[in-house]
């Protein structure tokens, strides 16, 4: 998308939204017109393009090792209310055959990085939102031009009050005070940590917005860090729930007292979405060291020999093709080579898990060789916090139908290999699920990715609250 902060700085007329070019990356840019070219961008960033982590309609569904349901993946959200953005989300932007949410939230966002200060940005979105909050649908080129027009009447009235449109104010910029020094107000990290508690990127940006909002409303524009965290924890009970402002306490204090590393270890089948999961997860607990067992097995390769490990250097639902001594009687030669080969790889494993823990790094692994009954988290319990999950898509056809959409995309050539070994990936992931149950290891559904990694993420920052709170009442 074209910078628009870098066309005319003469501000000229409104543009005629009729003639506008469809392309977003030309947008109002092309017109020449300063506040057309923040119009459009704030517009196009406003609301974003329509995709989904979800590779199906489908709600996800985290449940135990009894296989009881939770709660479905809605659950939580009806009782944490239907915030703004669920409101927001019945209005769509159609673009024609594409329909999209607006967003409030990231239509103020957009603004503020034009130049745009913030009460004025929050005052245009609302302006916006008030004229479309009774439609259920709204066109490109409608929204473009309420934006528009409600920067003009910003520009108009800024006029005469002798500021510029896009110049924030000298006082405006928010300070946050700690031990450690002063920064400038971040709204990233603090939407961050309101992911850890559980949020969808849209309400944790949304509220975010609204945090902020309050802070400007106050005369000081330095702040401690303290009063910041404080503010975030009576928006999400306020907003959401009293879990939601436990589990962002919850967060902070973890990252704020405790030296432990966070290790994630994600398991599952070949091709179900683990690694897509556990990336995303990492993403909103802000772990940056993600590994994959495959990575690990593939150095392991360099070491040991096909003749010395021959079930190491195939793929794991082909490992029982090179055994080497006999099935056990009654035994599934699948699940005994894919056993064999994850024994292996567990070497390398817990070689990764000493080495985050020594470092102090906080890691995500993922992998078919993380196997329920291989590992347990208690071993580390006094020098980390060590949870396993693991990744199911327990129907059937939903798997296949998984394996056969990526075997057209990129990667084509591994995927298809899954899809002719789907029956052995199948029964990998029976073997997975029934030790799941056995050593009450967690199942996370992935049919919906982006229920899956809040509900995830939900799990791990609760339980880590309620280790910590065990961990305390015992010193006490």
Same mark, same amino acid.
């Given at each position: 998308?074209? *910078?628009?902060?870098?066309?005319?700085?003469?501000?000229?007329?409104?543009?005629?939204?009729?003639?506008?070019?469809?392309? =977003?990356?030309?947008?109002?840019?092309?017109?020449?017109?300063?506040?057309?070219?923040?119009?459009?961008?704030?517009?196009?960033?406003?609301?974003?393009?329509?995709?989904?982590?979800?590779?199906?309609?489908?709600?996800?569904?985290?449940?135990?090792?009894?296989?009881?349901?939770?709660?479905?993946?809605?659950?939580?959200?009806?009782?944490?209310?239907?915030?703004?953005?669920?409101?927001?989300?019945?209005?769509?932007?159609?673009?024609?055959?594409?329909?999209?949410?607006?967003?409030?939230?990231?239509?103020?966002?957009?603004?503020? =990085?034009?130049?745009?200060?913030?009460?004025?940005?929050?005052?245009?979105?609302?302006?916006?939102?008030?004229?479309?909050?009774?439609?259920?649908?709204?066109?490109k080129d409608q929204l473009r031009e309420?934006?528009?027009?409600?920067?003009?009447?910003?520009?108009?009235?800024?006029?005469?009050?002798?500021?510029?449109?896009?110049?924030?104010?000298?006082?405006?910029?928010?300070?946050?005070?700690?031990?450690?020094?002063?920064?400038?107000?971040?709204?990233?990290?603090?939407?961050?940590?309101?992911?850890?508690?559980?949020?969808?990127?849209?309400?944790?940006?949304?509220?975010?917005?609204?945090?902020?909002?309050?802070?400007?409303?106050?005369?000081?524009?330095?702040?401690?860090? *303290?009063?910041?965290?404080?503010?975030?924890?009576?928006?999400?009970?306020?907003?959401?729930?009293?879990?939601?402002?436990?589990?962002?306490?919850?967060?902070?204090?973890?990252?704020?007292?405790?030296?432990?590393?966070?290790?994630?270890?994600?398991?599952?089948?070949?091709?179900?979405?683990?690694?897509?999961?556990?990336?995303?997860?990492?993403?909103?607990?802000?772990?940056? @060291?993600?590994?994959?067992?495959?990575?690990?097995?593939?150095?392991?390769?360099?070491?040991?020999?096909?003749?010395?490990?021959?079930?190491?250097?195939?793929?794991?639902?082909?490992?029982?093709?090179?055994?080497?001594?006999?099935?056990?009687?009654?035994?599934?030669?699948?699940?005994?080579?894919?056993?064999?080969?994850? @024994?292996?790889?567990?070497?390398?494993?817990?070689?990764?898990?000493?080495?985050?823990?020594?470092?102090?790094?906080?890691?995500?692994?993922?992998?078919?060789?993380?196997?329920?009954?291989?590992?347990?988290?208690?071993?580390?319990?006094?020098?980390?916090?060590?949870?396993?999950?693991?990744?199911?898509? =327990?129907?059937?056809?939903?798997?296949?139908?998984?394996?056969?959409?990526?075997?057209?995309?990129?990667?084509?050539?591994?995927?298809?290999?899954?899809? @002719?070994?789907?029956?052995?990936?199948?029964?990998?992931?029976?073997?997975?699920?029934?030790?799941?149950?056995?050593?009450?290891?967690?199942?996370?559904?992935?049919?919906?990715?982006?229920?899956?990694?809040?509900?995830?993420?939900?799990?791990v920052v609760g339980q880590l609250g309620?280790?910590?709170?065990? =961990?305390?009442?015992?010193?006490?």
């Amino acid at each position: 998308m074209a *910078d628009s902060r870098k066309d005319n700085s003469e501000e000229k007329s409104p543009v005629d939204a009729s003639v506008a070019p469809r392309d =977003e990356s030309e947008g109002f840019a092309a017109q020449g017109t300063v506040k057309g070219a923040i119009a459009s961008r704030a517009f196009a960033e406003g609301v974003p393009p329509r995709q989904s982590l979800s590779r199906f309609a489908t709600q996800g569904t985290f449940h135990d090792s009894e296989r009881g349901a939770w709660r479905n993946d809605r659950d939580e959200d009806d009782a944490e209310g239907d915030e703004p953005s669920a409101t927001l989300a019945r209005v769509r932007v159609a673009d024609g055959d594409t329909h999209r949410p607006f967003m409030r939230g990231i239509l103020v966002h957009s603004l503020t =990085e034009q130049g745009v200060p913030f009460e004025d940005a929050y005052e245009i979105a609302q302006a916006v939102w008030l004229q479309v909050k009774g439609r259920s649908r709204v066109t490109k080129d409608q929204l473009r031009e309420l934006v528009s027009e409600s920067l003009s009447e910003l520009a108009e009235e800024a006029g005469r009050e002798s500021h510029s449109l896009g110049a924030k104010p000298p006082d405006s910029k928010l300070e946050v005070l700690g031990e450690d020094g002063r920064w400038p107000f971040n709204q990233a990290r603090l939407q961050q940590s309101l992911l850890a508690a559980g949020l969808k990127p849209i309400q944790a940006f949304e509220t975010v917005v609204d945090i902020e909002r309050d802070l400007h409303d106050g005369s000081d524009r330095k702040v401690s860090r *303290d009063f910041i965290r404080d503010l975030a924890a009576n928006h999400l009970r306020e907003r959401f729930s009293l879990e939601s402002a436990n589990r962002y306490l919850s967060w902070r204090s973890f990252q704020a007292d405790d030296e432990r590393p966070l290790i994630l270890l994600l398991g599952g089948t070949s091709g179900v979405g683990k690694s897509t999961l556990a990336l995303e997860v990492a993403r909103r607990l802000g772990i940056g @060291r993600v590994l994959s067992t495959d990575s690990i097995r593939d150095v392991m390769r360099m070491m040991l020999t096909d003749e010395l490990v021959p079930t190491l250097h195939v793929s794991s639902f082909e490992a029982h093709s090179r055994l080497t001594t006999a099935v056990h009687k009654g035994a599934d030669p699948v699940i005994e080579g894919f056993l064999e080969q994850s @024994r292996t790889v567990s070497v390398g494993v817990r070689a990764v898990i000493e080495r985050a823990i020594a470092e102090g790094t906080s890691t995500v692994l993922d992998g078919v060789s993380i196997v329920p009954g291989l590992f347990d988290g208690k071993e580390w319990a006094d020098r980390a916090h060590v949870f396993f999950l693991l990744a199911a898509d =327990e129907d059937r056809e939903s798997l296949h139908g998984h394996l056969v959409a990526r075997a057209h995309g990129k990667g084509a050539r591994a995927s298809e290999r899954y899809v @002719r070994n789907f029956r052995e990936i199948f029964t990998i992931q029976e073997d997975l699920l029934e030790r799941a149950r056995r050593f009450s290891v967690p199942v996370v559904d992935v049919q919906d990715l982006e229920g899956a990694a809040r509900r995830v993420v939900k799990h791990v920052v609760g339980q880590l609250g309620e280790r910590r709170a065990a =961990e305390a009442s015992a010193v006490d």
